[in-house]
């Protein structure tokens, strides 16, 4: 009789370590589905395409506005890296929104004030910066 005993005993202790071990499975399955819903989103990829087409749209440069680079030296002008005339500078200037002129320290000062009093004549905004 101690024989069955401990037979039905063993198989008892058996299947309460495999509902244990389910147990432990499910909590673990339960706990790896809450962490990947929260970490990767949410739901499960099955809501269908989705809105737009999947491609990018381009991107958009916003690099201020166009001004002609002006140099004034005591060679003359220079607009855009090209010699050029205190008329030349000012029509090309007036194409843009502005001027953005570097004065040199060998240039002369009345080359500066009479293009300075041409671009103001014209209307064409002047971002001054000495060298």
Do not use: N
């Not at 309460?16 to 389910?22: E, H, P, V, Y």
């Not at 909590?27 to 990767?40: D, M, P, Q, R």
């Not at 949410?42 to 749209?57: E, R």
């Not at 029509?91 to 293009?115: M, S, Y």
């Amino acid at each position: 009789m101690t024989e069955f005993a401990d037979d039905v005993a063993r198989a008892l202790h058996r299947r309460m370590r495999r509902r244990r071990l389910a147990m432990f499975g499910a909590a673990a399955g339960i706990i790896a589905l809450a962490l990947y819903f929260v970490t990767c989103g949410h739901g499960f990829g099955l809501g269908g395409p989705g809105k737009g087409s999947g491609v990018a749209p381009a991107p958009t440069s916003d690099a201020g506005p166009h001004r002609c680079i002006v140099k004034v030296t005591v060679a003359g002008y220079t607009v855009d890296g090209k010699a050029a005339t205190r008329d030349v500078v000012v029509t090309t200037c007036a194409a843009t929104t502005g001027a953005e002129v570097t004065v040199t320290g060998d240039a002369r000062q009345g080359d500066w004030d009479e293009l300075r009093a041409a671009l103001e004549a014209a209307h064409v905004p002047v971002l001054i910066k000495h060298e």
